[in-house]
């Protein structure tokens, strides 16, 4: 298995998250769909995820086009569903869904469904995707 694979099986490929050590936020400190809609449709992502850096476009139409350093550039669907999380469908590794807080600075915490918790920059547009 590729160590791309394991990456992908073992954490939150959606942003690179960086695993925190602080416990849940209130529920009411997240994100409801409509604000989650709002900040990611037509709107980017980075961060670092296990060591390897990656940059995300979020399209209004549903689709996130994601690239990890290293890795190919992949279209991901993405979504916003019924209990208030960001989602995206990464195929044979499965739906993966987050939380959302604003934090200061342009970052977002996101809480995956597993409890892992993470950190990604927020940009307004799209950003360039080279890594170079």
Same mark, same amino acid.
């Given at each position: 298995?590729s160590?791309?694979?394991?990456g #992908? ?5 959606a #942003?690179?998250m960086?695993?925190?050590?602080s416990? #849940?936020?209130?529920?009411n400190?997240?994100? !409801?769909?409509?604000e989650i809609?709002t ?12 060591g390897?850096?990656?940059?995300? !476009?979020?399209h209004a139409? $549903?689709?996130?086009v994601?690239?990890?350093k $290293?890795?190919?550039?992949r279209?991901?669907?993405?979504h ?8 995206e469908d ?5 739906v993966i869904c987050f939380? #959302?807080m ?10 995956r469904?597993? $409890?892992?918790?993470g ?5 307004? $547009?799209?950003i360039?995707? !080279?890594?170079e």
């Amino acid at each position: 298995m590729s160590k791309l694979k394991t990456g #992908f099986r073992a954490g939150a490929i959606a #942003f690179g998250m960086l695993a925190l050590s602080s416990g #849940f936020a209130a529920a009411n400190d997240f994100m !409801n769909a409509k604000e989650i809609q709002t900040l990611m449709a037509g709107n980017s992502i980075s961060g670092v995820h296990k060591g390897t850096p990656y940059k995300q !476009n979020n399209h209004a139409d $549903g689709i996130a086009v994601v690239w990890m350093k $290293g890795d190919k550039v992949r279209n991901i669907p993405w979504h916003v569903n019924d209990k208030d999380q960001y989602c995206e469908d990464w195929g044979e590794w499965g739906v993966i869904c987050f939380n #959302f807080m604003k934090l200061p600075d342009d970052k977002i915490k996101s809480v995956r469904t597993d $409890g892992v918790e993470g950190v990604a920059n927020w940009h307004k $547009g799209f950003i360039d995707l !080279n890594h170079e």
